[in-house]
């Protein structure tokens, strides 16, 4: 076989480095000692010579960020052509501008082929991922790259030389391509084993890198599928499976391999609900039945009622169920949804289905609406399809489907419920019985009838001594707390009375206070309806007087509103001296009224009024049992007010009270509001409705 010279350019590196490009090269590369030749002090040596296919460029320098040359530009030529390590789609770098320059680009494309082949470049030298450095294993890979890629077969010879000085020196490789036939030279070179690749594709187009029909025993090719307008690549078929894209097959032998393309589904399923039919009445527990198709498939049917989602089915028949009997009757619109696979959605028409399930019917009354005090009336109902009837309101339990009740002793208006049910619902009817307060026969009767019911079954403690005056201070106090938690706790809403010990005043609206001036009061603190404090401070106050002149009645601003656990006092109305004769004198006469008011306790003591003509007169109360409660406790007690308690409320009489005395406040309702507006606040007090009532 003759050869022809074919120039390479010549690189010097040291020993070292010419170890390293032998292995670039493969393993195959024996080195063979040929032969030493001397030649005035310099001895060169032939390393190895092989024969190889022809490549594009060989690489024997390492590069990184910022190196340049005439290799960094072939190396960006070599990474365009492969499409998974493209340097740079345009501009610099990019396919026909490759430059000399080693920068970022080139560093990126480098860590993707070096990614690429991990397994052969990064694994050998303990590395997970890529850096970018164009190193001996990057090197190696690539050039067996181009030499299993390349042509017509060349002789490659490396040379290594000792210089004069004793250094160890290599030149570049030189190719020599074989001459084929001619006289002296003999036979030729032995065939290389070459693979053919066919790729398939129907609405698409296949890509491979390298792009040649044959390839050398063993290279790895890589394929990009790319789908033509309306189509997507779903897989690859024949000697090539999977669904990655791209990828690499082995030419370990010839390959055909299949790129199979699918048309994009745009066409939305069709769906429409068959059953029941539209605007039929529906009863009972309904079976809604849709049927739905698409071209691919369809994934799910959902139904919606009143546009609100109700239940989704995944496969056929597309059937639900719906209990009418939950809904209230009238009609219900009903839409189906149908989804495949691509995501495409498709709507049914609207339908309509009617509820109408049959409630009982229930007729119930009541034989007098209006009844005077301690009155009786009679229920009466009658139902129709029921199945059940329950009592609830002012009086409960089951009831039978049609029956006759009294109601007895009715002393406030009631209302009575009857609720009848059946499968399909129920009825409910309300009537309502008035206590017509007219026919109470004064003030002073109810007031005395709710006490009888308040202290029924209770008490007094005993007291020993002669009352009032022969008791210490310390003994009265002591016997205070006793007995007026024992008898008050829970029957009346003291919260607007502050908790704290002292004559501390009435709250009367949600941000203002009363008391009396000689007990004045800076930061109350009251207790709501479960018990929790509610702490306010007064901000600002007027002194007022009242009905006979006495300068000692204040009314004052609290900094923010008591919250709704705090319920302020009414005032008795400026219409309280219509009720009452004449006040009667000494103060132990026989005219009698019942009233209570409060210690420095904030419990509620039992009196009687004198009268309301000026002053408001506390008698010691003519019922035996109670006339220790008001001895232990009302002396030293100046200053706490005084009420009169109708149906469970307080209504202020009062602010403060002394010996047997006190200012009626209702002479003084409108200098009370004067003054919570001069304050600042920007409510009013509210007085006791005594309408009902003609005389005390």
């Not at 190196?67 to 789609?89: E, H, M, R, W, Y």
């Not at 067996?144 to 160890?168: E, K, M, R, W």
């Not at 007291?463 to 008791?471: D, L, R, T, V, W």
């Amino acid at each position: 076989m003759l050869f022809r010279k074919v120039p390479i350019p010549i690189v010097v590196i040291t020993v070292s480095f010419a170890i390293s490009i032998f292995s670039f090269l493969g393993n195959s590369f024996t080195v063979i000692l040929n032969n030493q030749l001397a030649s005035v002090g310099v001895t060169t040596t032939i390393i190895t010579s092989k024969t190889v296919s022809n490549p594009t460029y060989l690489f024997s320098r390492t590069l990184k960020l910022g190196s340049t040359g005439t290799d960094v530009k072939q190396l960006q030529i070599l990474l365009n052509q492969d499409p998974t390590t493209k340097i740079a789609t345009t501009g610099f770098g990019s396919a026909g501008e490759e430059t000399t320059y080693f920068g970022n680009l080139t560093k990126n494309a480098v860590i993707k082929l070096q990614n690429k082949y991990k397994s052969e470049i990064l694994a050998p030298v303990q590395l997970t991922s890529g850096t970018g450095f164009f190193g001996p294993s990057t090197i190696k890979k690539i050039n067996n790259i181009q030499l299993a890629s390349s042509g017509s077969p060349v002789v490659v010879t490396f040379i290594a030389t000792t210089d004069v000085a004793g250094v160890a020196v290599v030149q570049a490789p030189t190719q020599t391509a074989p001459s084929r036939g001619g006289g002296g030279g003999g036979g030729g070179g032995s065939s290389i084993s070459t693979r053919s690749l066919t790729t398939n594709s129907t609405n698409g187009t296949v890509v491979r890198f390298p792009d040649q029909t044959n390839y050398s025993s063993g290279t790895e090719v890589t394929l990009t599928a790319t789908p033509t307008t309306g189509y997507f690549f779903s897989d690859w078929s024949s000697d090539l499976t999977g669904s990655t894209n791209p990828t690499t097959i082995i030419m370990s032998g010839d390959k055909t391999v299949e790129a199979n393309f699918s048309l994009i589904d745009v066409v939305s399923p069709t769906v429409a609900i068959t059953s029941p039919g539209n605007n039929t009445v529906a009863l009972g527990t309904v079976n809604i039945l849709a049927t739905a198709s698409d071209e691919v498939g369809v994934t799910k049917v959902e139904f919606y009622k009143e546009s609100v989602f109700f239940m989704s089915v995944s496969e056929a028949p597309y059937s639900i169920s719906w209990n009418t009997t939950l809904e209230t009757n009238g009609f219900y619109s009903w839409v189906a949804k149908a989804y495949d696979s691509a995501g495409n959605v498709g709507d049914s028409v609207l339908v309509r289905f009617l509820s109408n399930n049959p409630s009982p019917t229930v007729t119930f009354s009541v034989a007098s609406t209006s009844v005077s005090y301690n009155g009786t009336s009679t229920l009466s109902w009658v139902s129709e399809g029921a199945d059940t009837c329950t009592a609830s309101g002012d009086w409960s339990g089951d009831q039978t489907l049609s029956g006759v009740q009294d109601i007895n002793n009715l002393t406030i208006s009631k209302s009575y419920t009857l609720t009848c049910t059946n499968l399909y619902g129920g009825t409910a009817k309300t009537v309502t019985v008035d206590v017509d307060p007219l026919i109470q026969s004064n003030l002073a009767s109810t007031i005395k009838s709710q006490f009888s019911v308040m202290l029924s079954g209770k008490t007094a403690p005993s007291f020993s001594g002669n009352p009032p005056y022969a008791q210490s201070i310390t003994n009265i106090f002591n016997i205070d707390g006793s007995r007026n938690t024992q008898i008050w706790t829970g029957d009346v809403d003291l919260t607007c009375i502050p908790k704290s010990i002292g004559h501390n005043g009435v709250l009367i609206t949600k941000r203002d206070m009363i008391f009396a001036d000689h007990w004045a009061v800076t930061n109350p603190v009251f207790a709501d309806n479960i018990g929790n404090d509610v702490s306010r401070t007064i901000v600002a106050s007027r002194l007022i007087s009242n009905s006979v002149g006495d300068v000692d009645i204040r009314v004052a601003t609290l900094d923010s509103d008591v919250p709704d656990g705090v319920t302020p006092c009414v005032l008795a109305p400026s219409t309280i001296r219509t009720f009452s004769p004449a006040p009667s004198y000494p103060i132990f006469s026989t005219s009698r009224y019942p009233m209570v008011f409060t210690n420095q306790d904030r419990t509620l003591l039992i009196g009687e009024i004198g009268g309301f003509s000026t002053m408001v007169h506390v008698n010691q109360p003519t019922y035996s049992n109670l006339l220790e409660w008001y001895y232990s406790t009302r002396l030293h007690d100046s200053g706490a007010p005084a009420f009169l308690l109708v149906d469970g409320v307080l209504a202020l009489l009062t602010n403060w009270h002394y010996v047997g005395a006190g200012p009626v406040d209702a002479d003084n309702i409108e200098q009370i509001n004067a003054a919570i507006t001069a304050n600042g606040s920007p409510y009013s007090v509210s007085t006791l409705d005594l309408s009902r009532f003609s005389t005390y």
